[in-house]
């Protein structure tokens, strides 16, 4: 048996070794030093069952709008499973008989869920919780500059450049040495591997450039779509193999959050149930191995614009992917407080010839998330799949202004609705890289992402009155 | 239309076939949402799945449970459970010496329903079947009487347990055979959400992937049938505090039950604005030796639930277990102050909790009437408070004590 010290190699199991499968009670309880006086919240009347604080200071960190934040894992510092004395076995519950606890092993489908095994300390919870909260702080989304060679390809064809690694360091280059103008709208960059180790002109690696402004670092993880054979066209996504690994490395070259992608569509027999369920599987595997290294996971289901469906449908088969997900992710016992959902927006098809306003855009898109994300969830940061900037900004801000009680805190992470510009003012030109640095900054900070995640976009030339009679009754969803 | 399963359809000679399904009460008239059904799609239904929305209930019918469901949880009200079978009464009743007959249950319940100002606190009761076709004193059936008072009238439409052979001991339960045509009646006397409770138990094997799984699936073919016929379901998956488990044990079990019950209330395509949570809270077993306080409970229980409930069901109303009134006070109380965030009223559905001391009050004296009365409406306000986090048990912890308590608090 060994020593309860705090074990992170991959695949170790978190705390202490149990011996014979007894679970462990807890011994002492470490208080945490964080202690912050907190002032009177504001009363959201939105949401229900919020009381007012009492005016001692309690230990807990708040957050943006004054609400304390996860109180479990943050008040106390349990040592459950950190420093541990093993203790005998004889001194806690009664040891289950052994055939039970083989049983129990070999059959872990059989009589599942009765025993929880550690999975992460308190440490970790906390580490993990207070991660996701700072890529969503107030007003800030992330910029997914995670692009892969092959969909770089695709953006510099667009603008007539040649897709060399040179190529693609100088246009991150061009995102990454925005000034400190982009310090309170973006809370999280997603890198693509390659971009991880490359530097600047002047030598400084791009990882410091972003984590000096206090910006927090991702990866994509993931390797890719592979087909399921026996579907209509119809993907899972891969990379599973040797993560753990990966992300104890990541871990080490600055990342704190990942991010992988699974795709679903819809069409007239698609998503099947094997689609949706598979790749739900794989985003908990991917969640619960990232955790374990400290990773915050970033999920995203993609349900991809393509057709001609109408808003009703993609709010409805967003509904069943998000459920099953999540049901995956409590199979998994994956910590949701750790975690950050990057969904698809609820609109209508590409093909589709009804038009949606902003308002309903919103209101189906909160709908579902109601119905489906538990309020554990610290973030939901919305991609933009094609949208516009324009667009992807109007319809963020709409859902931030819905009048639907959202527990979570909604954000963007945006790709090209925040390069889009830039990648066109530069067209790789070493001249034009300021003004495209300026063109970015101005797409993430004018106001227009990071308002609109407070709920302050006013559009572009219909500044107008988005009034809440514009939403309509939420029953009809 | 042509699709590439048209070779699985049947063959379509009947043009009336192609008409858009409408479900009865829109009598023939397709709501402006409701998506026109043809042969192919519906045999498609297997291979396809979840890709299409069929019609289920109409905004109409969801804003009807919708409203409902708020006006039960409204704010500072709760339930009153008074839905004890025959049986279950008869046990009651015998703890006061009073005889099982249907005069003295019909008496008992008069003088719960009866109590002047209980509306304030109560916003929904459930009745036995029983209860519903009896009369007041007052002369007016029990339905209408409680309905006067702005209170909603609900009923329990299970039919207790049954035995999952194979498992060590597990149950579900049953209630699903013409659960349809008794909705229906129920709702045209007066009923508008109704009860069903599921068991699960704490034990070395329990509870089993099996007993999780079936009783999901029998709430929410429930929750899908009263939905239909008007009535908000309420939900009930109770975990049993039988047992040595400790409050962790605990939390973690209500979370993947509760899991399981959500997907499977997705999965039946349930409208969970027009449904309400009856869970337990989560605390240890009554064989713990270790005690916990109310904050950790609360602490345990808002977190298992902010995991698993998703935002959009209106309201969390507890059942009481085997606590005792103060006990079931004070844990809503800590509850409804957790520093969480709780996008779910979080509110009462207290059967034992509400009428003890009213029952011993009581003691089967009509003398007694006023006190007993006296009793339940100071337990219906005291929780009434509580739901709100606004109870302050008199001659008990002040403030201080009250903080040392949140820092021995287990990490969840």
Request: charged fraction near 20%; include cysteine; charge should be positive.
């Amino acid at each position: 048996m060994t020593s309860g010290s705090l074990d992170i190699r991959p695949n170790a199991v978190a705390g202490p070794r149990l011996h014979n499968g007894a679970y462990r009670e807890g011994t002492t309880s470490i208080r945490s030093d964080i202690e912050i006086p907190l002032q009177a919240p504001v009363l959201d009347s939105r949401r229900c069952g919020m009381k007012p604080l009492s005016t001692e200071s309690l230990r807990s960190p708040v957050d943006f709008r004054g609400r304390r934040l996860v109180g479990s894992d943050t008040v106390t510092v349990d040592t459950n499973y950190i420093c541990q004395e093993p203790a005998p076995v004889s001194s806690h519950q009664p040891t289950p008989p052994i055939n039970s606890d083989s049983l129990r092993r070999l059959c872990g489908r059989l009589l599942s869920m009765t025993h929880q095994f550690p999975a992460l300390s308190a440490a970790q919870k906390k580490d993990l919780h207070d991660t996701a909260l700072r890529i969503v702080a107030p007003g800030k989304g992330i910029l997914a500059a995670d692009e892969s060679v092959g969909s770089m390809a695709k953006r510099l064809a667009q603008v007539g450049v040649e897709n060399t690694e040179d190529n693609r360091r100088q246009y991150r280059q061009i995102l990454f040495s925005a000034d400190e103008r982009i310090n309170g709208c973006i809370g999280g960059v997603i890198f693509f591997h390659e971009t991880l180790y490359q530097h600047s002109d002047s030598g400084v690696p791009f990882v410091k450039m972003i984590r000096d402004r206090g910006i927090m670092i991702g990866v994509k993880v993931d390797k890719g779509v592979v087909p399921l054979a026996g579907t209509s066209g119809e993907t899972t996504t891969q990379g599973l193999d040797g993560l753990s690994e990966r992300c104890a490395q990541y871990k080490k070259d600055g990342a704190s959050f990942a991010k992988w992608r699974c795709v679903l569509k819809i069409s007239d027999t698609n998503p099947s149930r094997l689609a949706i369920e598979d790749n739900a599987n794989v985003l908990a595997r991917y969640c619960s191995i990232c955790q374990q290294h400290g990773i915050v996971p970033i999920i995203e289901p993609e349900l991809l614009p393509d057709g001609d469906h109408d808003l009703k449908r993609c709010q409805y088969v967003t509904e069943k992917v998000l459920a099953a997900v999540y049901k995956a992710m409590s199979d998994h016992h994956v910590y949701l407080e750790g975690t950050l959902l990057k969904p698809n927006m609820v609109t209508p098809g590409h093909a589709c010839s009804t038009k949606y306003s902003p308002e309903e855009v919103a209101m189906a898109t909160v709908t579902a998330l109601r119905r489906t994300v538990p309020p554990a969830v610290t973030g939901v940061a919305f991609l933009s799949g094609g949208q516009s900037e324009e667009e992807a900004s109007v319809n963020l801000n709409a859902i931030n202004t819905c009048p639907l009680a959202k527990p979570w805190i909604l954000s963007f992470s945006y790709g090209r609705a925040l390069q889009a510009s830039a990648l066109r003012t530069w067209r790789g030109h070493k001249e034009n890289q300021n003004a495209a640095t300026e063109q970015f900054i101005k797409r993430a900070e004018a106001g227009v992402n990071s308002l609109a995640c407070q709920g302050k976009y006013t559009g572009g030339e219909n500044g107008g009155e988005r009034g809440q009679h514009l939403y309509g009754p939420s029953h009809a969803y | 239309m042509f699709s590439r399963f048209q070779h699985m359809t049947a063959v379509v000679k009947d043009p009336k076939r192609l008409r858009p399904v409408c479900p009865p009460w829109t009598n023939g008239i397709a709501a402006a949402d409701a998506r026109p059904l043809h042969a192919a799609s519906r045999h498609r239904l297997r291979f396809a799945s979840m890709t299409h929305q069929f019609p289920s209930l109409s905004p109409e019918q969801k804003k009807e449970l919708s409203d409902i469901a708020q006006k039960i949880v409204a704010p500072g009200k709760g339930i009153l459970a008074a839905d004890e079978s025959t049986g279950t009464m008869g046990k009651r009743l015998q703890m006061i010496n009073v005889e099982n007959n249907e005069e003295n249950r019909r008496y008992f319940r008069d003088l719960l329903f009866s109590v002047e100002p209980i509306a304030n606190s109560i916003g929904g009761v459930i009745c036995f079947h029983e209860t519903l076709y009896q009369k007041a004193d007052s002369g007016k059936f029990f339905p209408q009487a409680i309905k006067d008072k702005g209170i909603v009238v609900g009923i329990k439409v299970d039919k207790g347990t049954a035995n999952l052979s194979g498992t060590d001991g597990e149950t579900t339960t049953q209630g699903l055979d013409g659960l349809s045509e008794r909705c229906a009646q129920y709702k045209k006397d007066g009923c508008d959400f109704a009860k069903w409770r599921s068991v699960l138990k704490i034990s070395d094997g329990c509870p089993s992937a099996l007993a999780i799984a079936e009783n999901a699936n029998v709430l929410a073919r429930y929750a899908s049938i009263c939905q239909q016929n008007g009535l908000v379901p309420i939900v009930e998956p109770e975990i049993l505090p039988d047992g040595a488990h400790d409050l962790k044990r605990c939390q973690y079990v209500t979370e993947k039950v509760l899991a399981a019950v959500y997907k499977a209330l997705s999965d039946h395509h349930v409208y969970l604005e027009g449904t309400l949570l009856k869970p337990n809270m989560v605390t240890a077993g009554h064989s713990c030796t270790k005690k916990f306080t109310p904050q950790e409970v609360a602490m345990a229980t808002v977190t298992a639930l902010r995991r698993t409930v998703p935002s959009a069901v209106p309201g969390i109303c507890f059942l009481s277990g085997g606590q005792s009134e103060e006990e079931a006070s004070l844990n809503l109380n800590a509850i409804n102050q957790m520093p969480l965030l709780r996008p779910w009223k979080l509110t009462f559905s207290y059967g034992r909790a509400l009428q003890a001391s009213a029952l011993a009050a009581w003691q089967g004296k009509p003398a007694n009437k006023a006190a007993a009365q006296q009793a339940f409406s100071t337990r219906a306000k005291i929780n009434g408070m509580a739901s709100k986090g606004e109870y302050n048990p008199s001659g008990s912890a002040d403030q201080s004590s009250m903080q040392s308590l949140y820092t021995a608090s287990y990490v969840y």
